[in-house]
């Protein structure tokens, strides 16, 4: 044969030789792990490429982890290191990390624990898995509670558990340090270094200290915790009166001056300035005669003020009143509001009536000292009843000392103008004129003492002063007569008139229709000291049942009146 024929029929047996070990190796039967004495064919290169055999014990020998040593690693080669998202190769240490990784281990953060305190708890399994925190021991660390924190927090930095020993005796204490002084275990002398009469009090340290001498008219008064006591002048009496401090004046009325008053409906005053505001009292006076509508002392309010002007009504914030008729002499006014203190003589601090500061001085206690009433000047036609006060006065009710008729007291009806029965305490009337259409001017009883200075005495029905019942006034300043009377003065059941070395002026030659003065009952009239100035007629005097009356010699015509005066019933005229 041939080369070329030859040639072909070797690689026709090649081809169905690769075709048969293709064929049979497919189809023959799968096995998983080979062991060491099966058989894989080969071709010898050191053997001329002779068919060989080697089995798999000669396969895994010949693979032999020593001869690893050759390969080139995976990065030398290009191999790209593993990523999270890309596969690649491994370094020792990362396959070392993995190998110390649990199977089923998953990727888990503790959330929500913070502090430093051990955390004792099982296997963490999830973000939001509770934590338990054991609390701190003696003997083993933990958490801490705000009580425990609050408790470290209040003790001293270096401080040590001390206990304060106890003992006994006068002065007793106990672990906490706390010490008691035994019940009458301190005596005076104890009490060393004092000096006789001394006050002892403690000062704001604690410590014991002696309180400053004080006056005869204050007393030891506390000033509270932390301060001395000293000595004061009370503020209240014991009944819970308000105690005076000093002499005290109370203001009725404010004197607003002048004024013009329209005749119109309604009707309107004007005063430049008055400063009242709505709701004001006021009281009206006039020298003549007021316009039809108003009346001289009765007291109005004030509605529609204007800066220069006002109306007044006779009930708060009622209608104004309508003036018509016609007037005459010169119009005046005064306000004051009861609701005030009486205080100041101003329109928020005078009080409107004379009563409201009489009431007020018979709710306080006047102590050693006297007070003053002190009335504006106008007409006040209110009736004056005069009470018992607490402290030594006197209580002076003051007009006009130098012009008495300034501040006039009037009454319209059959009243005594001014009444005191039963008064505890002197009271003294000086600078006021009295008058009483029907009525009398002052009535005084039943141990009442009253005490008259610089008065004018105008026309009254009645007496211009009766002294009942142990009752006594007593006249002691210059005074005026100027008004018609039954009589000047009455004593009668044990009362008695005294007067200082005065003048009395009568003007205008008033009249008694009884007798000027009279005496009844055990009663006595001693105004021998007085000098009368002027004229009367009607009967000089009246002395009855064993009463006195003593001019000390002044004669049948001493006291003043153009018909003889008389006596009886053991009446005494001296």
């Known amino acids: 044969m041939d080369a070329l024929t030859v040639w072909k029929l070797l690689n026709e047996t090649i081809v169905k030789l690769k075709t048969i070990i ?11 792990t080979p062991a060491d004495a099966d058989e894989f064919p080969g071709v010898d290169s050191a053997d001329s490429y002779k068919l060989k055999k080697f089995t798999w014990a000669n396969i895994k020998a010949t693979l032999d982890h020593a001869s690893l040593a050759n390969v080139t690693p995976m990065s030398a080669t290009g191999h790209p290191a593993a990523t999270a998202a890309v596969d690649g190769y491994a370094t020792a240490t990362q396959i070392t990390k993995l190998d110390g990784i649990a ?4 990727v888990n953060v503790l959330e929500g624990v913070t502090g430093t305190a051990p955390i004792v708890a099982g296997a963490v399994t999830a973000k939001s898995q509770a934590i338990s925190i054991s609390a701190a ?3 083993d660390p933990g958490s801490m509670s705000a009580a425990d924190k609050t408790k470290l927090d209040g ?4 401080a040590n558990a001390y206990v304060h020993p106890n003992h006994s005796g006068d002065v007793t204490s106990v672990a906490d340090g706390a010490q008691t002084i035994g019940a009458k275990k301190v005596t005076v002398a104890m009490l060393a270094d004092g000096t006789d009469g001394e006050l002892i009090t403690w000062d704001s340290s604690g410590h014991a200290a002696v309180v400053a001498a004080g006056t005869a008219t204050h007393v030891l008064t506390s000033n509270g915790a932390g301060a001395a006591p000293t000595f004061q002048a009370p503020t209240s009496s014991g009944s819970g009166r308000e105690l005076l401090t000093g002499i005290r004046t109370y203001y009725v009325c404010l004197n607003q001056g002048t004024c013009t008053i329209s005749i119109a409906n309604p009707g309107v005053v004007t005063d430049a300035g008055h400063g009242l505001e709505n709701g004001d009292p006021v009281v009206f006076s006039t020298t003549g005669a007021l316009p039809t509508g108003l009346t001289s002392g009765t007291a109005y309010y004030v509605v529609n003020k204007a800066a220069d002007t006002f109306e007044v009504s006779a009930t708060l914030g009622g209608a104004s009143i309508n003036t018509s008729g016609s007037q005459s002499g010169t119009q005046s006014y005064r306000t004051g509001n009861d609701a005030n203190d009486g205080l100041a003589a101003t329109r928020t601090g005078a009080f409107l009536t004379i009563q409201k500061a009489i009431t007020t001085v018979c709710s306080i206690d006047l102590g050693p000292y006297n007070c003053t009433i002190q009335l504006a000047v106008g007409k006040y036609t209110e009736l004056i009843s005069l009470s018992s006060y607490v402290g030594a006065g006197p209580v002076t009710i003051l007009g006009d ?3 008495p008729a300034n501040v006039w007291l009037y009454d319209s009806g059959a009243n005594w103008v001014i009444g005191a029965q039963g008064v505890i305490g002197t009271w003294a009337l000086k600078g006021i004129k ?3 259409a029907s009525g009398g001017g002052i009535y005084c009883t039943k141990g009442t003492f009253l005490n008259i200075y610089e008065f004018n005495f105008g026309a009254c029905a009645e007496g211009h002063m009766e002294c009942y019942d142990n009752a006594g006034i007593f006249m002691l300043a210059n005074y005026t007569i100027s008004g018609n009377a039954k009589y000047h003065m009455r004593a009668a059941y044990g009362g008695t008139f005294r007067c200082g070395t005065l003048t009395c002026t009568l003007t205008g030659t008033p009249a008694w229709t009884t007798a000027g003065v009279s005496s009844a009952q055990l009663s006595l009239i ?12 009607g009967k000089r005097y009246v002395s009855n049942e064993n009463s006195e009356i003593f001019t000390n010699g002044g004669g049948a015509n001493f006291v003043p009146g153009n018909a003889a005066g008389s006596t009886a019933n053991g009446g005494i005229y001296i």
Request: hydrophobic share 35%; charged share 5%.
């Open 434 to 436: 009295i008058s009483s």
């Open 22 to 32: 293709e064929t049979n190796t497919h189809a023959a039967t799968s096995k998983t």
């Open 103 to 106: 199977a089923g281990s998953q």
């Open 137 to 139: 021991t003696t003997s």
């Open 401 to 403: 000392a130098a012009t």
């Open 155 to 158: 003790i001293a930095a270096g």
């Open 526 to 537: 001693a105004i021998h000291t007085i000098t009368f100035s002027g004229s009367a007629t």
